[in-house]
């Protein structure tokens, strides 16, 4: 399933945060949106899973969903978003339970998912039992859970240490190479983005527009830390993306 | 001392930070109640300024062999288990209903901000009238009593649900009745618990005010009897008893709270 925004703008009260943007997001692509601090790349992701709607324009899904797709638009959240009442186990069960699965179905769903995220040992434990990158793995683990058309990553990655992030950031390239997803991944992070996108999309400082699309060849599974030509590329985006931060961070937050 | 030798970097943190020691709470029982003792024994608490401990206790004891313990404190249990189960209840469902629905929350907030402060035994002869000088009025005043706070709690603690987790189960698709069962509710139960501390023991207070105004038995009219003969030896039993209801209700929710909300950090 193909995701596009169509001449999308909007405003908080008298504040301008999204001005014109069009993008497609194309089947089986991981497209990064990076940008300055307030530029309103989660507002983007939000308006395209739905949680929030444009002042203006559309967004239009296109396409067939992937079979047995339970919820074409699927969030993971930088803070995980996981309830502490639940197991690992129930967390992935409850975003289930809405839907006319079997028991065995949906054990079945979870035993794979889980054992995809390698989290199969971790089943019974409670979130506070897990470290930052094993929540975020129960999370990536009840995305999956649903089969969803499109991953709406709302910089997954950011709450967790470098090392952890590398180990991630690994989990994902492989999670996509055994099955390419079509996944929207916001991040503050150029180094992320030179890694998982397929497309990197900067985004100017508020009102956000969009000031370039770089498209990286390279595939994800050969990229490496420290491969020249992603630094390359990291270099340029940063040498787009200086000024405008610099800018955003002298302005008054009041959004 | 030459400004080059070395010296420790001296130590200025700690602190700040409750830990749980044992056995503290209860050495403050021993002590006072034995310094009560010693004074009363050598005379330096006269037997009018406060009971002896040791008078109290066998105060109690008769209490408890003649049978009259379970019959003032049975009619007591039940009018506070009653009327607290009516006003809890009711006041958790009013209070998630607020924490809901904005058109409930603007209705019923000023209502409940007005009800709050009224002393609430002001009113009984009111629900004398309305409920008859039975139990009714005793229900309807304890009820009412633990109604308000439990209403407050519950509120504030729906308001404090991560809404981060609201969003997640709406991006997941869930219906409205989920979210509310399986995401608003467990996290607020925390909040509701801590609310209903303070409304049991509001509760506890208004069940022996109401005993007191009219009762025939219960802890408040045994209190009272005892108050008006000056009987300072069953007047403390009967106050005995009700802390020990206050420290049993308190310790039965935190029992609650460690089997519930073991998932807290």
Redesign the interface.
Known sequence: MELRLDAISHRYGDVEVLSDINLTIPEGQIVCIVGPSGCGKSTLLRFLGGLEAPDSGAVLQQGPQPPGCLNPLTYIFQDFALLPWRSVTGNIQLVLEDTNLSRSESRAIIDDVLARTRLTDFRDALPKQLSGGMKQRVAIARALAVTPAVMLMDEPLSALDSQTRELLMDDLISLWERAPFTAVYVTHNLAEAVRLGHRIVVLSRRPGTIQEVVEIDTPLAERRLGDPVLEAHQARLWQVMRDEAAAADAELADV | MSDNSPRPVPYRGGGFRPVHIRGVGIATFVVLIALIEWGTRAGWISNLTLPRPSDVLITFGDLWQTGLLWAHLLPSLSRLIIGAAMGVSAGIAVGVLIGLFSLIRAGLVPLVAALFPIPKIALLPLFVIWFGIDEGSKYALIALGTFTPTVVSTYGAVDNV?R??I?????????WW?IVR??VL?GALPGILSGLRVSIAIGIILLVAAEMLGAQHGIGAYILEAGSLYDLERLFAGVVILSALGVLTSSGIAWVERRL?????
Do not use: A, C, H, Y
Not at chain 2, 167 to 175: A, V
Not at chain 2, 261 to 265: A, M
């Open positions: 991560d981060t987790l969003r997640m189960g709406q991006s997941f698709g869930l219906s989920s399986k995401i467990p909300l073991s998932w807290r950090v």
